[in-house]
């Protein structure tokens, strides 16, 4: 079967930036503390009006412009977000229009901070088995819209952003996707959710009081979980391509939190210099921040032409995966 091979990336930050000494002067933080805790020294905020279909449709341009593709030429489109710009329709219906991909088909994946690599995972199949020639592939969320600006716990850590690649069947039978694993713990559900404003619990005036649909977290276990989940999944997607950690060239890794990246290297046995680092720039940019990453070290020109490339993501769900890909 045909593999299928990233040939065009893409990514996009709102202008406005908010450091942690901005923070400062909205929660009892410290630059200090976020920085020592996470890595994170600042984040991105979407402007007043945009939404995640703006910011996946810049990121699309980007990469739709590397590969050389036209929108027309798109057959799929597959958006990994959980901040849609409304509840129906999705996102993808709304980036197919503004790109003016007419020719291509467009949904939603649901797997937050790992929705770009389940949505990478879902183009995978498609051209693999010759149904689509040309995948849109994006990573997009608008966090700081849904998070409660009065928990500290929560609101220094994300930002918003997008990230997309474009998908095409391989030329070469070596070179491509080789393998994806995804894997999810719906037990887990409740360490990281976004508790009201679905079917279960709708908007009332009782859920805006108490913040119920904002994001709620417990730091300690999902650090937990994400440090175990990222580490063996790795592992066992690499041995699936007869492969082991210490061949792989660069890791691009969902960026939560400097502490869990290091964590997962060391669980590894790869050096932490393998894994592209920009937390400290876009913080956890949720679905954005896997394609963001991989954009960035494509256009610093980390990544050469038979490179092995591991990309690992953790989101509610407790959702995650890994891919390795032969670039
Ligand atoms: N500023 C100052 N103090 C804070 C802040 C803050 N922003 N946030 C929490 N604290 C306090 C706590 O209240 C607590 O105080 P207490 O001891 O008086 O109760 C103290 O700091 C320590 O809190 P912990 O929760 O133990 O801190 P921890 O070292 O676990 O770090 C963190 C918290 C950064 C959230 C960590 O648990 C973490 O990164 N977890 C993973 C969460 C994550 O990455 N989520 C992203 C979404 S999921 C994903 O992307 C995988």
């Not at 341009?61 to 999705?90: F, K, N, Q």
């Amino acid at each position: 079967m045909t593999l299928a091979q990233i040939i065009g990336t893409g990514s996009y930050a709102p202008s406005q930036v908010i450091t942690n000494k901005d923070l400062e002067k909205v929660v009892d933080t410290s630059d200090e503390w976020i920085t020592e805790r996470t890595g994170i020294k600042e984040r991105r905020q979407a402007a007043p009006g945009e939404a995640t279909s703006d910011m996946a449709v810049a990121a699309a341009r980007e990469a739709l412009a590397l590969s050389g593709t036209r929108p027309e030429e798109v057959d799929l489109i597959v958006v990994g977000t959980i901040t849609a710009d409304m509840p129906m329709p999705s996102c993808a219906a709304f980036v197919q229009a503004k790109l003016g991909a007419k020719n291509a088909f467009a949904f939603d994946v649901a797997a937050a901070c790992a929705g770009a690599l389940y949505a990478m995972s879902v183009a995978e199949q498609f051209i693999r088995t010759g149904r689509v020639k040309r995948a849109l592939v994006i990573g997009a969320d608008l966090f700081t819209r849904i998070v409660n600006w009065k928990d500290r716990n929560t609101c220094v850590l994300f930002g918003d952003g997008a990230g997309a690649m474009v998908l095409a069947p391989s030329e070469d039978p070596q070179r491509g996707i080789l393998s994806t694993h995804l894997r999810t713990d719906g037990a887990l559900a409740e360490i990281l959710a976004v508790p009201a404003g679905g079917s279960k619990e709708p908007v009332t005036e009782e859920t805006l009081r108490t913040q119920r649909h904002k994001l709620t977290m417990n730091g300690r276990e999902v650090f937990k979980c994400a440090v175990r989940a990222l580490s063996d999944t790795t592992q066992e997607a690499l041995a699936s391509c007869g492969l082991v950690p210490a061949q792989v060239d660069h890791v691009i890794a969902h960026q939560a939190n400097m502490r869990i990246l290091e964590a997962v290297m060391q669980r590894l046995e790869v050096p932490v210099e393998k894994c592209w680092i920009n937390l400290d720039k876009y913080g956890n940019t949720s679905a954005a921040s896997l394609p963001m990453s991989l954009d960035e070290a494509c256009r610093a020109g980390r990544i050469k032409r038979g490179d092995l490339v591991a990309m690992l993501a953790i989101g509610a769900g407790m959702t995650w995966g890994s891919a390795v890909v032969r670039w």
